[in-house]
C-alpha cells in the first residue's frame, strides 16, 4: 500500500521577495523567509539594519514590493487586527500622562470614553490578562510608576487581547534589567508553549535568542545573511555575516563553536 503524503501546514506566514524603500532609501531588500506556525522565531542584526521595518511591512503598516501570505484565521484571509499581537520598540503613548494601567486597557478594550468609567467586562479581561503576565492587581497603579519591565508585561498583557495567532515582539526587554528579562522571555516562551501562539521577535540578546528562539533571520543592511536554528546561526561565522568580521567577538556571548 502506498504511504499517505504527510501533509505539511503552510506556515503562518511566508514572505517572498519582500523590499522596502523609506524616505526614497531601500531599507529592505528581497527578504524571503518563513514563520512557522507554533514557533519562535527571531531577527536578530546591528542598529539599522531593517528588523523593524520587516515586523512593521510584515503587519502592513509599510508599503512593500513582493508577498506577504498570511495563513491566519479559518478562511487564511488577509489578517484582521485581531489576529495579530504588536509589541512595539517604543510606546509612542507619553508615559507620563496621568493614565492608570486599566486606563490603558479602557482605551484598548473598548469603544466607550474613558469618561464613561470602566466597564465591568474590561475590568475582567484587565484583571485576568494582568495576571498572565505575572502582574495581578496592577490596575490602579499609574503608568509612570511602573518599571520598564513591567510596563513592557503590560503591553505584552494589551497584545494578548484579543487573543491573537502571532504575537510580534519588537525589542520586548531593551532597557530591562537581566532578572526580568529573563523572566520575559521565560513568559513568552510559556505562551508559546502553552497556547501554541507563534512569535516573531527582535532581540539583540543572543543568549535569550538561544534559549527561546526556534528559527533566527539574520538581518544585514536590509538583507537576509543567513538563516536556520539558533545553533547553525549563532555560530563564529554566522555571526560575523550577520555583524562584520570586525565586530567579532559578541561582546558577552561565547558562539556555538
Ligand atoms: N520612516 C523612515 N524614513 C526613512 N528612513 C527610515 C524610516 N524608518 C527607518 N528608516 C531607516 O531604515 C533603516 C532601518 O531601520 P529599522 O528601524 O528597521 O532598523 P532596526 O534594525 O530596527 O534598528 P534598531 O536595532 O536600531 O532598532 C535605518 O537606516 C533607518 O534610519
Ligand atoms: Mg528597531
Do not use: W
Request: with cysteine.
Amino acid at each position: 500500500m502506498t504511504p499517505l503524503p504527510v501533509l505539511q501546514p503552510p506556515p503562518l506566514v511566508a514572505v517572498r521577495d519582500l523590499s522596502v524603500d523609506l524616505g526614497g532609501h531601500p531599507v529592505l531588500r528581497r527578504v524571503t523567509a518563513d514563520v512557522e506556525r507554533g514557533r519562535v522565531t527571531a531577527v536578530i542584526g546591528l542598529n539599522g539594519s531593517g528588523k523593524t521595518t520587516l515586523l512593521r511591512a510584515v503587519v502592513g503598516e509599510y508599503a512593500y514590493r513582493g508577498r506577504v501570505t498570511f495563513h491566519c484565521g479559518h478562511d487564511h484571509s488577509r489578517p484582521r487586527p485581531e489576529h495579530v499581537g504588536y509589541v512595539p520598540q517604543k510606546l509612542t503613548l507619553d508615559a507620563r500622562l496621568p493614565l492608570t494601567v486599566l486606563d490603558l486597557f479602557a482605551l484598548a478594550l473598548s469603544s466607550r470614553p474613558l469618561f464613561f468609567g470602566v466597564s465591568r467586562r474590561v475590568r475582567t479581561r484587565a484583571a485576568a490578562l494582568l495576571d498572565r503576565v505575572g502582574l495581578p492587581g496592577s490596575e490602579r497603579r499609574p503608568v509612570d510608576g511602573l518599571s520598564g519591565g513591567q510596563l513592557q508585561r503590560v503591553l505584552l498583557a494589551l497584545a494578548l487581547e484579543p487573543s491573537p495567532e502571532l504575537l510580534l515582539l519588537d525589542e520586548p526587554a531593551a532597557g530591562i534589567d537581566f532578572k526580568d528579562q529573563r523572566g520575559f522571555y521565560e513568559l513568552i516562551g510559556r505562551l508559546n508553549r502553552e497556547t501554541g501562539l507563534t512569535v516573531l521577535l527582535v532581540s539583540h540578546d543572543l543568549a535569550m535568542v538561544r534559549s527561546h528562539a526556534d528559527h533566527v533571520l539574520c538581518l544585514r543592511d536590509g538583507v537576509i545573511a543567513c538563516q536556520g536554528s539558533p545553533a547553525e546561526m549563532l555560530t563564529r561565522e554566522n555571526l560575523a555575516r550577520t555583524f562584520g568580521a570586525d565586530s567579532e567577538p559578541v561582546p558577552h556571548f561565547t558562539p556555538t563553536v
